[in-house]
Nanobody, 116 residues
Framework: QVQLVESGGGVVQPGESLRLSCAAS????????IGWYRQAPGKQRELVAI???????NYGDSVKGRFTISRDNAKNTALLQMNSLKPEDTAVYYC??????????WGQGTQVTVSS
Protein backbone atom coordinates (compact mmCIF):
# COMPACT_ATOMS: atom_id res chain seq x y z
CA GLN A 1 0.00 0.00 0.00
CA VAL A 2 1.12 3.54 -0.77
CA GLN A 3 0.24 6.68 1.15
CA LEU A 4 0.36 10.17 -0.28
CA VAL A 5 0.57 13.23 1.91
CA GLU A 6 0.08 16.69 0.48
CA SER A 7 1.03 19.90 2.22
CA GLY A 8 1.49 23.58 1.52
CA GLY A 9 -2.02 24.77 0.90
CA GLY A 10 -3.38 27.94 2.40
CA VAL A 11 -4.96 31.31 1.83
CA VAL A 12 -3.15 33.88 -0.29
CA GLN A 13 -3.98 37.08 -2.14
CA PRO A 14 -4.10 37.32 -5.92
CA GLY A 15 -0.64 37.54 -7.43
CA GLU A 16 1.04 35.70 -4.59
CA SER A 17 2.71 32.29 -4.66
CA LEU A 18 2.35 28.95 -2.93
CA ARG A 19 4.28 25.72 -3.13
CA LEU A 20 2.57 22.39 -2.68
CA SER A 21 4.39 19.24 -1.72
CA CYS A 22 3.44 15.61 -2.20
CA ALA A 23 5.27 12.81 -0.45
CA ALA A 24 4.69 9.13 -1.22
CA SER A 25 5.53 6.39 1.22
CA UNK A 26 4.97 2.68 1.49
CA UNK A 27 6.51 -0.54 0.36
CA UNK A 28 7.28 -2.07 -3.00
CA UNK A 29 6.33 0.70 -5.34
CA UNK A 30 7.98 2.67 -8.09
CA UNK A 31 6.39 5.79 -9.48
CA UNK A 32 5.82 6.13 -13.19
CA UNK A 33 3.94 9.41 -13.18
CA ILE A 34 3.06 11.95 -10.56
CA GLY A 35 0.57 14.70 -11.05
CA TRP A 36 -1.48 17.39 -9.47
CA TYR A 37 -5.21 17.78 -10.03
CA ARG A 38 -7.68 20.23 -8.58
CA GLN A 39 -11.38 20.41 -7.96
CA ALA A 40 -13.30 23.59 -7.31
CA PRO A 41 -16.81 23.55 -5.81
CA GLY A 42 -19.36 22.47 -8.39
CA LYS A 43 -16.72 21.62 -10.97
CA GLN A 44 -15.09 18.47 -12.22
CA ARG A 45 -11.61 17.50 -11.15
CA GLU A 46 -9.09 18.76 -13.67
CA LEU A 47 -5.45 18.20 -14.48
CA VAL A 48 -3.09 20.89 -13.25
CA ALA A 49 0.29 19.37 -14.03
CA ILE A 50 1.80 15.95 -14.55
CA UNK A 51 5.27 14.58 -15.05
CA UNK A 52 6.08 11.04 -16.12
CA UNK A 53 9.35 9.25 -15.58
CA UNK A 54 11.91 10.62 -18.00
CA UNK A 55 9.32 12.86 -19.61
CA UNK A 56 8.64 16.53 -19.85
CA UNK A 57 5.95 18.10 -17.71
CA ASN A 58 2.49 18.73 -19.07
CA TYR A 59 0.24 21.48 -17.78
CA GLY A 60 -3.38 22.42 -17.92
CA ASP A 61 -3.98 25.38 -20.20
CA SER A 62 -5.10 27.63 -17.37
CA VAL A 63 -1.84 27.29 -15.43
CA LYS A 64 0.77 27.24 -18.19
CA GLY A 65 3.49 29.77 -17.54
CA ARG A 66 2.50 30.20 -13.90
CA PHE A 67 2.86 26.75 -12.32
CA THR A 68 5.86 24.44 -12.32
CA ILE A 69 5.90 20.78 -11.35
CA SER A 70 9.03 18.96 -10.29
CA ARG A 71 9.80 15.56 -8.82
CA ASP A 72 12.54 13.94 -6.80
CA ASN A 73 12.66 10.28 -7.73
CA ALA A 74 14.99 9.35 -4.91
CA LYS A 75 12.68 10.81 -2.28
CA ASN A 76 9.37 9.94 -4.00
CA THR A 77 8.25 13.54 -3.71
CA ALA A 78 6.83 16.15 -6.02
CA LEU A 79 6.45 19.88 -5.78
CA LEU A 80 4.03 22.24 -7.43
CA GLN A 81 5.26 25.82 -7.49
CA MET A 82 2.32 28.13 -8.09
CA ASN A 83 3.02 31.73 -9.00
CA SER A 84 0.79 34.64 -9.95
CA LEU A 85 -2.17 32.97 -8.30
CA LYS A 86 -5.65 34.00 -9.35
CA PRO A 87 -9.00 33.66 -7.57
CA GLU A 88 -9.98 31.03 -10.14
CA ASP A 89 -7.11 28.86 -8.87
CA THR A 90 -9.09 28.34 -5.67
CA ALA A 91 -9.71 24.61 -5.27
CA VAL A 92 -8.75 21.50 -3.42
CA TYR A 93 -5.50 20.23 -4.93
CA TYR A 94 -4.84 16.50 -5.09
CA CYS A 95 -1.68 14.58 -5.76
CA UNK A 96 -1.96 11.41 -7.83
CA UNK A 97 0.63 8.81 -8.63
CA UNK A 98 0.60 5.95 -11.09
CA UNK A 99 3.07 3.19 -10.45
CA UNK A 100 4.95 1.21 -13.07
CA UNK A 101 2.58 -1.73 -12.45
CA UNK A 102 -0.43 0.57 -13.05
CA UNK A 103 -1.61 1.09 -9.50
CA UNK A 104 -3.21 4.50 -8.89
CA UNK A 105 -3.13 6.38 -5.62
CA TRP A 106 -4.60 9.73 -4.59
CA GLY A 107 -3.76 12.00 -1.71
CA GLN A 108 -6.32 13.46 0.63
CA GLY A 109 -6.15 16.92 -0.90
CA THR A 110 -5.05 20.32 0.30
CA GLN A 111 -7.10 23.51 0.08
CA VAL A 112 -5.80 26.50 -1.85
CA THR A 113 -7.77 29.71 -1.53
CA VAL A 114 -6.90 32.84 -3.48
CA SER A 115 -8.83 35.84 -2.26
CA SER A 116 -8.36 39.51 -1.61
Amino acid sequence: QVQLVESGGGVVQPGESLRLSCAASGSRFSIYSIGWYRQAPGKQRELVAIIASGGTPNYGDSVKGRFTISRDNAKNTALLQMNSLKPEDTAVYYCKIVTWDSRVYWGQGTQVTVSS
